[in-house]
C-alpha cells in the first residue's frame, strides 16, 4: 500500500533538526494550503500530536510553523478535530505569552479558530481556565483579551460567564499593572454584555476588592448614559430566573472537570460489553460499587469517572514534571510505605497527565522508568492498589494510544495474571485495564500475548482471552493482525472447541470479526472444525452467516435436498418440491437456514417416499401405454381426472390418506 504524503510527513517531523524542521513545516504548509491536496492517512492523530511538539520549540520559527499547520488542519478537520483540543490547547497557552508578537497572534487565531469550527466557546474556555492562573503575566493578559474578543464574537449567551468571572475578579489584584488593567476592561465589557443582573452580581456575590469596586460602578453608569450598551443587556426575561450568561452551556461541560482532556474516539472506547452487570454509580468512588451478581466489580464506566477524580496539579515546566515523576516513583518502588500513599501516588500520576506532562519530550523517558513500579502496584496484595494501579494504566492507553506500545507488551501478561483473582475488585480491574489497552494501543505484539494463554489451565483466562480477541479482531486495522494472523486463526480454533460454554461462544463472535480481515484463513479453519463445532458456529443466533467465500463450504452444507427428476413427465412439478419438515420441529436457526444434522425418522419416512416415486412411475407408464394402445383422449383425461396418489399442498407435497394410513392391505 502506497504511503500518503500525510505519512510521509508524520515520518519526518520527528527530526531533531531544526533547520530540518523548518524546512518541512513550509513543505507542509504549503501542501496543506491547496484545497485539492487529501489528508487521508493511515495515522492522522501522530500528525498532529508530532505538529503538536512543535509548539514547544525554542526555536521560535518551528513554534510557528506549528500554530499555522494547526490552523489549516482545523479548517480542514473540523469537528473531527475535537479529540486533539486539548493536547493542542495547552502549549497553545503558553504561546500566548511568547516574547514574539508574530507568536502569540497565530496562536490566538488558532484558538479563536477551534471555537469557530471545532467546539462551543465554552467548552474551549474551560480548557483556557489555567491560563488565568499561569505564571506568565503576558499569558494571563492575553487570556483577558481572547475573553473579550468571543464576546463580541460570541455574544454572552455563549459562555458561562458565572465560571469566569470569579477569576477575572481575582485579577484585579495581579501583581502586573497591565493585567489589573485589562482585567478592569473585561469586567466592563462582560458589563455591556449583561446589564443590571451582572452588576448586582458583582456587588453581592464576587469579592472585588473596595478600591475597584466605585471606579467599576461609575464605569458602568458611564456606559448607561452614553447608551453603549447592547440590546443583549437591556433584554429582561422575567419569566426565566436562570442565569442568561449561562444559557449557552453544555451539559457536558458542566459536568467535565477544567482541565480534564477529551476520551480517545478512534475508537470509540470501549466498544467491549462491560464486564459486569448495571453499576450503582452513585456511591463514592472509594467504595466497591455493587453490580449485578458481584460485589465490587469494577466496569468501563466506573474507569471513565474515577480518571479524573484527582487532585488537580498545575505544571509549568519540564523540571517541575520530572520532579512529580520521580517523587511517585519513590513511593511506588518501595512495597514498605503504607498503602493509601501509594494509592495517593498513582492519583498524582493521572493528575500530572491531566495537568499536560504528555506535552513534555522527557515525559516519555522517564514513563520507561515507571514501568517497574507500576508492575510492583499491579501485582500489591491490597486491592485498592492494584485497582488504582489498573485505572492508571487504562487512562495512560486512552490518553497515550500508539506510544504506549511498548510498556503494553510489558504490563500485559500482569494483567491477565489478574483474571482467576477472587476478589472481584482484583480481577474486573484487570479485565477492564485489558479492555483499554485494546481499544486504544494497538500493538501487533500484543497478539502472541493473549494467544498463548489459550493454553492456560484457568477456564476464567481462558474465557477473557477469548473476549478479548473478539474485541481486537472487530477493532483493529488488518495490518497490525497480518504478522500474527496464523495464531490468531489457531487462538479461535481452540476457543471454538474449549471446554467453557462462554469461551466457545466469545471464539465463535471473534472466528467472524477474523473472518472479515482474512478470508482464506478463515475458510480453511472452518474446513478444520469437527462437524459439531462446524453446527455450533453455524447456529450461533448472534451471528448469521453470510454469503461471504470465507462461509461458503458452511452454507452449502445441511442444504434443503430435491427430490430427483423421474423419467416421466406427469410428475415434473414434484422435481423441485422439497422433502417437508415436520412445523413441529424447533427452528434456532438465523433467517431460517435448516440444520447440518441429517434428516431423522420423525420428520418423514424415507421407505414412503420411495413408494410413493414408484408408484408414480407405475402411473405415468400405465397412461403412456392407454394412449399408445389406441385409446381416445377424452378416455385419457377420464383416467387423469381419478383421484391421484398424491395431493399438492403449498408445503410441498403430503402422501395420500390412504398410504398415510399405514394400512398393509391398502398399499398392495
Request: proline share 6%.
Amino acid at each position: 500500500m502506497n504511503m500518503s504524503q500525510i505519512d510521509l510527513f508524520s515520518t519526518l517531523i520527528g527530526t531533531t533538526d531544526v533547520k530540518k524542521k523548518i524546512s518541512i513545516g513550509s513543505d507542509v504548509i504549503s501542501y496543506l494550503q491547496d484545497p485539492s491536496n487529501g489528508i487521508e492517512c493511515e495515522d492522522i492523530g501522530c500528525f498532529i500530536e508530532g505538529i503538536i511538539q512543535w509548539l514547544m520549540s525554542s526555536n521560535f520559527k518551528v513554534s510557528l510553523n506549528g500554530l499555522e499547520i494547526l490552523g489549516l488542519l482545523v479548517d480542514r478537520m473540523k469537528d473531527d478535530f475535537r479529540p486533539f483540543l486539548q493536547g493542542a490547547i495547552t502549549p497553545c497557552v503558553d504561546r500566548l505569552g511568547d516574547t514574539k508578537d508574530s507568536v502569540r497572534e497565530k496562536a490566538n487565531t488558532l484558538i479563536l479558530k477551534c471555537m469557530d469550527k471545532c467546539a462551543p466557546p465554552q467548552q474551549i474556555f474551560e480548557r483556557l481556565l489555567p491560563g488565568f492562573g499561569h505564571k506568565s503575566a503576558k499569558v494571563r493578559e492575553e487570556v483577558l483579551l481572547l475573553l473579550q474578543t468571543t464576546l463580541n464574537t460570541h455574544s454572552a449567551a455563549s459562555l458561562s460567564l458565572s465560571r469566569l468571572v470569579p477569576s477575572i475578579v481575582k485579577l484585579l489584584s495581579d501583581p502586573s499593572a497591565p493585567v489589573r488593567d485589562v482585567a478592569f476592561a473585561t469586567l466592563v465589557e462582560v458589563y455591556r454584555h449583561v446589564g443590571d443582573r451582572f452588576k448586582q452580581d458583582l456587588v453581592n456575590k464576587q469579592n472585588v476588592p473596595p478600591s475597584k469596586l466605585p471606579a467599576l460602578l461609575s464605569k458602568f453608569d458611564e456606559l448607561v448614559q452614553n447608551q453603549q450598551m447592547l440590546p443583549t443587556a437591556m433584554r429582561i426575561d422575567g419569566a426565566k430566573q436562570e442565569d442568561e450568561t449561562d444559557r449557552g452551556l453544555s451539559k457536558s461541560a458542566v459536568k467535565r472537570s477544567t482541565s480534564a482532556p477529551p476520551v480517545r474516539r478512534n475508537g470509540q472506547i470501549p466498544t467491549a460489553k462491560p464486564v459486569s452487570g448495571p453499576s450503582t454509580t452513585s456511591q463514592q468512588c472509594a467504595t466497591p460499587v455493587a453490580s449485578s451478581g458481584s460485589i465490587g466489580a469494577m466496569d468501563e464506566s466506573l474507569f471513565i469517572q474515577l480518571f479524573e477524580d484527582v487532585p488537580r496539579i498545575q505544571i509549568f515546566s519540564s523540571k517541575e514534571m520530572e520532579e512529580h515523576m520521580n517523587s511517585i516513583r519513590e513511593i511506588l518502588s518501595n512495597t514498605n510505605n503504607e498503602w493509601d500513599k501509594r494509592v495517593a501516588a498513582l492519583k498524582k500520576f493521572r493528575a500530572i497527565l491531566i495537568a499536560g506532562a504528555v506535552n513534555y519530550d522527557e515525559f516519555y523517558q522517564n514513563l520507561r522508568f515507571m514501568e517497574p513500579p507500576l508492575l510492583i502496584s499491579v501485582k500489591d496484595l491490597r486491592s485498592l492498589v492494584v485497582r488504582e494501579a489498573c485505572i492508571t494504566i487504562a487512562f495512560l492507553s486512552q490518553q497515550l494510544g500508539h506510544k504506549l506500545n511498548r510498556f503494553s507488551e510489558t504490563v500485559l501478561p500482569a494483567l491477565i495474571g489478574l483474571i482467576p483473582n477472587s476478589a472481584k475488585v482484583v480481577s474486573t480491574s484487570g479485565i477492564v485495564a485489558i479492555r483499554f489497552i485494546i481499544a486504544n494501543t494497538h500493538a501487533p505484539r500484543l497478539i502472541p500475548i493473549l494467544t498463548d494463554k489459550m493454553t492456560n489451565k484457568s477456564k476464567e483466562i481462558r474465557k477473557h482471552v477469548c473476549e478479548f480477541l473478539d474485541q481486537l479482531v472487530h477493532a483493529w486495522p488488518t495490518q497490525k493482525m497480518e504478522k500474527y494472523s496464523q495464531q490468531l486463526q489457531e487462538a479461535i480454533r481452540k476457543g471454538i472447541a474449549d471446554a467453557d460454554l462462554d469461551a466457545r461462544a466469545s471464539a465463535r463472535r471473534a472466528y467472524y470479526g477474523f473472518a472479515d480481515h482474512f478470508k482464506d484463513q478463515a475458510a480453511a479453519l472452518l474446513n478444520s472444525l469437527d462437524p459439531h463445532n462446524k453446527k455450533a458456529l453455524y447456529c450461533d443466533p448472534t451471528q448469521p452467516m453470510s454469503n461471504s467465500s470465507s462461509h461458503s463450504s458452511l452454507n452449502n452444507v445441511g442444504r434443503t435436498p430435491v427430490v430427483k427428476k423421474p423419467s416421466s413427465t406427469s410428475t415434473e412439478s414434484l422435481q423441485k418440491i422439497p422433502i417437508p419438515r415436520r412445523p413441529a420441529l424447533p427452528v434456532g436457526l438465523p433467517n431460517g437456514t435448516p440444520s447440518l444434522s441429517a434428516r431423522s425418522n420423525s420428520a418423514i419416512e424415507l421407505q414412503a417416499v420411495q413408494r410413493s416415486k414408484l408408484r408414480s412411475q407405475q402411473y405415468a407408464a400405465a397412461q403412456r401405454m392407454k394412449i399408445g394402445s389406441g385409446a381416445s383422449l377424452r378416455e385419457a383425461a377420464l383416467f387423469k381426472a381419478e383421484k391421484p396418489f398424491f395431493d399438492l399442498s403449498e408445503r410441498g407435497f403430503i402422501i395420500n390418506k390412504k398410504i398415510e394410513s399405514g394400512n398393509p392391505a391398502s398399499r398392495k
